[in-house]
């Protein structure tokens, strides 16, 4: 049981770190990772203890691991078309 708070209080502490910051793509791409290593190990603990199969833990580590990749990419095409990475020099018109 306390193990469930303590996931709870990561995910909404996750939660609160990705509303609350609203300077730094960068920032904002580790919160979001922050919050799928808190669901991931969600899922790990709860398909250990009904005793399932683990496939769907690498399946969801995998996508993960793309989902990642692919914030890093979006940020780097982004800081070398702008100089930065903050989200007030975006433009929606140039994006």
Sequence with gaps: MSMCFYLFVLYFCGIWSFSSSRKHLLVTLLSLEFIVLVLYLSVYFYLCGLNYSLFFVVY???????EGSLGLSILVSMIRSHGN??????????C
């Design 60 to 66: 969801f580590l995998v996508f993960s691991v793309c």
């Design 85 to 94: 990475d903050y989200f007030r020099s975006y433009s929606v018109l140039q």
